[in-house]
């Protein structure tokens, strides 16, 4: 499968290119020996343990949450949405085969995550440069997708090559990870 993405070249040009980075399952997913990611590290015991696919131009992954995550009693607390979204939205990077880093992410809750209640969290790009990848996302009831829990945009950018030096210098199980 591939995707169309708008690119901005090194000469400040902007052209349509189709990649299938977003297509590898790999690439969507850290299957380093790291695993210590608190959103999506299978190894993270405490984490939340998300695991994205492609489902057409969208990002997708299901969540249901559980007690250890709830602010108010009951309630999901907003710091897990925020990170459902900022998972899932980082994952667009994927169309320009990077792993990038939040630069800006804005959320706006619309209702009260439930404890208990499965939600469904999609993604997509609104755009994807070389240097900037903007995406947008929502949390949404699984059992009624009509109902929005939360929505956000945000903008991402690259890992410095000399932070990816220090990751693999410190954690040898990331060389393969950033080699991708």
Not at 1 to 26: I, K, L, N, R, W
Not at 49 to 64: H, N, P, S, Y
Not at 80 to 85: E, P, Q, S
Not at 128 to 156: K, M, N, W, Y
Request: aromatic letters at 8%.
């Amino acid at each position: 499968m591939t995707y169309e993405a708008q690119v901005e070249t090194s000469d400040g040009q902007t052209t349509d290119q189709s990649s299938t980075a977003a297509a590898e399952p790999d690439m969507l997913n850290d299957r380093s020996g790291y695993q210590g990611c608190f959103g999506c590290g299978a190894r993270n015991l405490i984490g939340l343990q998300l695991v994205f696919r492609r489902e057409g131009d969208e990002i997708v992954t299901e969540f249901t949450p559980d007690a250890q995550y709830q602010g108010f009693p009951g309630v999901v607390h907003g710091g897990v949405v925020a990170t459902l979204l900022d998972e899932a939205l980082s994952r667009t990077a994927t169309l320009v085969g990077r792993w990038m880093m939040t630069a800006r992410l804005e959320i706006r809750y619309r209702r009260a995550a439930l404890v208990g209640e499965p939600l469904r969290i999609t993604a997509r790009a609104l755009t994807a440069r070389s240097r900037i990848v903007t995406a947008q996302g929502e949390v949404r009831l699984a059992s009624d997708p009509a109902v929005v829990v939360a929505e956000a945009e945000g903008s991402f950018l690259p890992i410095t090559q000399q932070y990816q030096d220090e990751m693999v210098t410190e954690h040898p199980e990331f060389a393969d990870f950033f080699a991708r």
